[in-house]
């Protein structure tokens, strides 16, 4: 099955075909780090962490790139306000997003580069762009790209040249040549970061640091470059023409680019101080829900943050994970059979026409421009139903047709496993683990502690043995509000798990 991606360049879904057959460069386009990371970061990494975990699935050898920009005006304003030095500050925020990325999952790319530790390879390009007739230095120390040397500019975002503005990070200036030209190199300036150039002490522009660490790590020519769609203009714009500039036959095969996460119709950013940190989301939610969420449109489309939204996640995952752990528990009876077994039995008929169709389904999917959306409806929902109808049978099966069931759910547990690890959603920890972490963040959510919700399942059991039905009503309605569905467990206790709040019946960005 054939890899097809969409590429902003050609605003069209392209076959994937590596420059260099069975390898595939990536790079992806990180954080300015001067403050902690919220959804909307995650909304970019998480999608290009599932391209990432789907190239290596086909088996690709993929060399991933994404970059911190550990310099910028940014940076330097917050270290001022917090009286820090500017690369420390970036250091230190460099950390928190790892931790943050480790806890929604994300893989650790190949390589990491940051802007400070490369200033030989970003004045180097600069020099290139400037001897290819492309650049100039203006007095003052500051050098520019000339727009009017690019006869492609404009291509990538659509704009064309004679409707460009100079870069948002820069302001318009008279020595320009044009007023779309932007800044390659910047001079120093009064308590900022500075290192030593041929046009004297600066730092780069915003622009330059991802051609020449593309080009470093990569190569000029690459596969695949991917970021938020905010960057297409004038960050990519500038970048694309900047390598071509450079070298000959840079450039990149196919540009990715992920819809914006919004609040309130709103592109979420810290510039419009609506955004929702990742650490503040993943207190009340499990990480893995949020992950799910992040990619449950398309990853072209625009995600609305809303907690129903988060919710449905959660309840989706809580019972993809108990679904499993029933399984885990269901063939514990009879794990040395199956090992003695030694692998003679096969699977049943139906077993094996939803394993085919769970995979294909999924690579299929997959495979038309990474559409992670409604993946765990279909055949992965066949899977789980089987799996469900399936463990009550086996104590009452004859010993040889049970042990073809047994295999069955073997086979079928592998194939739900490989999805959720392609999409990030398979975690370390054991299916038990996972659901005693959503179970307490769904106590988080509705304000209780285990013996807050103890004493009240306690009340709603003395409720019903008094025959105050309507009592033991009030509290089963007043907990599922909070996001907890009580089930009265023939010959059990009362049991609960996590549904979905009724507070959050409909779509909000609460």
Partial sequence: MELK???????????????????????VCGITAYDFSHIGHGRAAVPFDVLYRFLMYLGYEVTYVRNFTDVDNKIIERAKKNGEKPLELSNRFCHEYLVDM????????????????????IINMIQKIIENGCGYAVEGGDVFFSVDKSPNYGKLSGQLLEHTQAGKRVAVDSRKRNPADFALWKAVKPDEPSWESP??????????ECSAMSAHYLSPRFDIHGGGADLIFPHHENELAQTCAACEHGGVNYWMHNGHLTINNEK????????????????RYHPLALRHF????????????SASKLDSSSELLYYVY???????????????AMSEDGGKAEPT??????????????????????????IFTGEYDRALKFINSSVGKLENMQEKERMSLLVSLVEIERGARKVLEVLGLLSTLSYAEILKEMKQKTLTRAGLSEQDLSQLIQ???????????????????????????????????????????SSHATDSSD
């Fill in 268 to 283: 979420m950013a810290k510039s419009k101080d609506n955004f929702k940190p990742i650490r503040e989301i993943t207190e």
């Fill in 102 to 121: 480790g806890a929604l999952q994300c893989l650790l790319p190949t390589h990491q580069p940051r802007v400070s530790d490369h200033m030989d390879h």
């Fill in 459 to 501: 009340e709603r059991i003395m409720a019903r043995k008094n025959k105050e039905f309507e009592k033991s009503d009030v509290i089963r309605a007043q907990l599922a509000g909070k996001g907890i569905a009580l089930m009265d467990v023939v010959g059990k206790e009362t049991v609960w798990r996590p549904c979905l709040s």
């Fill in 294 to 305: 992040l990619i449950s449109v398309h990853y072209r489309s625009p995600l609305s943050f």
């Fill in 322 to 336: 108990q679904t499993l752990q029933d399984l885990f528990d269901a063939l514990l009876p009879y794990r040395e």
């Fill in 5 to 27: 991606l969409y590429s902003t360049y050609t605003q069209q879904k392209e076959v994937f075909r590596p420059i260099n057959p069975g390898k595939v460069g990536l790079y």
């Fill in 199 to 208: 046009w004297g002490r600066g730092r780069p522009g915003w622009h330059i």
């Fill in 349 to 374: 008929s139906e077993a094996k026409e939803i394993i085919i169709k769970l995979k294909s389904e999924f690579d299929a999917k997959m495979s038309d421009d990474l559409n992670t959306a409604h």
